[in-house]
């Protein structure tokens, strides 16, 4: 007994120890990280409680703790919301298109800017490229209802092409361009910023393979199809899977800024909006929240076992 005790002291020393001294090495990375540690604190861990708003009727005079406990009542109502079927549609539709179109550009585009030999050029292609991820969703907005307005730049193009007596378009009031309209803005923004994982994943893969491939024979194709991709799997897939857990999500701030009189498209988040936020009902919105986070939690589950089984990438 007495040999067990003296033998687990020095263990917990030596494990104390050894943080203490992590903690002194890397210092200023852990000083690096702690706005962002701290931000995700407060802005993801303690408005968990009001989770349980979803169970409650829920009174901002009483508050969270004296509001009546109702249980599923209103996961139950999430189904009778009107407009509720049509938004999971077009949902799906739009994260769907994302990931098809919005995923494989960063890597398409930091092939190619892999590829640029001035080092000038390819800082300067970067930098243009990650501008558009620091302005904010309804800027983004902004500057495409202003290009697109009638008596904006395309339509001033158009009448300069085709004549004074060309009739400009409300091209924001037509239905058919709204989807392909949230893509490109979706793409143009975030494609840029998306390549810098992928860029630092090829600048880690051994130049010598690529040595080996050129005496080999094989083109700048080939060296891209058998030695950069089979060294972003690992990275794609794990992305991938990140980004299945966002099926049922949307981007809130881009489809409702682009909403107007003429489009009729509505997803979850525009629903739990205008179903829940506006009309106070914040109990059948903090539902619907919850129950679209457990769907993504599921997804991620589903696709990393699946991953994991296929091509042992895994996040866990």
Excluded at 128 to 149: E, N, Q
Aim: aromatic fraction near 12%; charge should be positive.
């Amino acid at each position: 007994m007495l040999k067990t005790i003296a033998t687990q002291v020095p263990v917990k020393r030596t494990v104390r120890a050894r943080m203490l001294k992590n903690i002194q090495t890397n210092m200023f990375g852990y000083l690096l990280m702690l706005p962002s540690i701290v931000l995700t604190f407060i802005f993801s861990y303690l408005p968990m409680p009001g989770l349980l708003s979803a169970f409650q009727d829920y009174n901002m005079f009483a508050g969270l703790w004296k509001s009546d406990w109702v249980g599923l009542v209103h996961f139950k109502e999430i189904f009778q919301i009107p407009m509720l079927w049509g938004s999971i549609i077009n949902t799906l539709k739009l994260s769907v298109l994302t990931i098809l179109v919005g995923f494989p550009a960063p890597i398409l585009l930091a092939l190619m800017i892999n590829e640029l030999k001035n080092g000038l050029y390819k800082r300067s292609v970067q930098t243009l490229t990650y501008l558009p991820h620091f302005l904010s969703w309804i800027a983004v907005v902004g500057l495409c209802y202003s290009f697109f307005d009638s008596y904006g730049p395309l339509n001033d193009l158009r009448v300069a092409v085709l004549g004074p007596d060309t009739e400009r378009e409300m091209y924001l009031s037509q239905q058919g361009l709204f989807l392909p309209l949230l893509l490109l803005l979706s793409v143009w923004k975030e494609v840029g910023w998306g390549t810098i994982v992928y860029l630092a994943t090829i600048t880690s893969i051994d130049p010598h393979l690529y040595e080996a491939a050129k005496m080999d024979g094989a083109n700048r194709f080939k060296q891209h199809l058998h030695i950069t991709l089979p060294g972003l799997k690992q990275t794609t897939i794990l992305l991938l899977l990140f980004t299945l857990g966002t099926l049922f999500a949307s981007n809130f701030e881009l489809v409702y800024g682009m909403q107007n009189a003429f489009i009729n498209f509505d997803v979850i988040a525009t629903v739990i909006f205008s179903s829940g936020i506006q009309q106070g009902s914040y109990s059948l919105a903090t539902a619907v929240g919850f129950a679209q986070g457990l769907v993504a939690l599921l997804l991620i589950i589903i696709a990393n076992k699946i991953s994991k089984k296929i091509s042992g990438v895994s996040i866990w």
